[in-house]
């Protein structure tokens, strides 16, 4: 597909979805089109899910349970946008994709790590990120961050900010192992870092990468 996927993960607190949202004006600017997008969610019946996701009522939920829904609605929305959009040759960015199941419901809840990545290829098609950002928070710092988010009127708390310190350590470390063993596609970057300087080493990574996609596309086709 000659689109560009790009996906933000991270702990608690860690700051993506600002970092995500700067992104996308930067790419803009480039490219003048692109797609925003968050998993679970982004399509009616992922939002729909969504809900049942994250309700803080819904405390008994199964792990596998969890699996199964967030799979439910990370298929929608692959089928329904970011396919559809990489197709047309568009960037799409997403809040949290395949990794966020590896990390929570493998790492951090403990089901076997391969049944998630079965799950996760059946969900999405075999469709992985060209280019991942994870960005590292200790939990304490991150939840710290959450609960002050979750002091203004407008935002509700969910099932996961909820989940004792241990559950995010696991999930920490799951994503550290994740961006070690795929150190091509995961660029692991320090979340203390300031927002400005944060943002600007990350549109200096896509720019580079898009450069050399776009290399690679102009190579593959004078070859032909």
Known sequence: MPGFFITFEGGEGSGKTTQL????????TLQGDAVQTHDPGGTAIGNQVRELLLHGDNVRMSALAELFLYEASR??????????????GRIVLCDRFTDSSVAYQGY???????????????ATGGLRPDLTFLLDLDPVVGLARAARRLAQPSQRRDRLEDERLEFHQRVQAGYRTLAAREPDRVVILDATQGIVELGARIRGYVDRRLRAAENGRATESRAR
Do not use: F, S, W, Y
């Not at 949202?21 to 803009?28: F, N, P, Q, T």
């Not at 951090?108 to 059946?122: F, H, K, P, S």
């Open 108 to 122: 951090g809840r403990g089901l076997d790590l391969d049944l998630v990545d079965r799950l996760n290829a059946v």
């Open 75 to 88: 298929a929608q929305l692959v089928q329904e946008v970011i396919r559809p959009a990489l197709t047309a």
């Open 21 to 28: 949202k700067a992104l996308l004006a930067h790419v803009r």
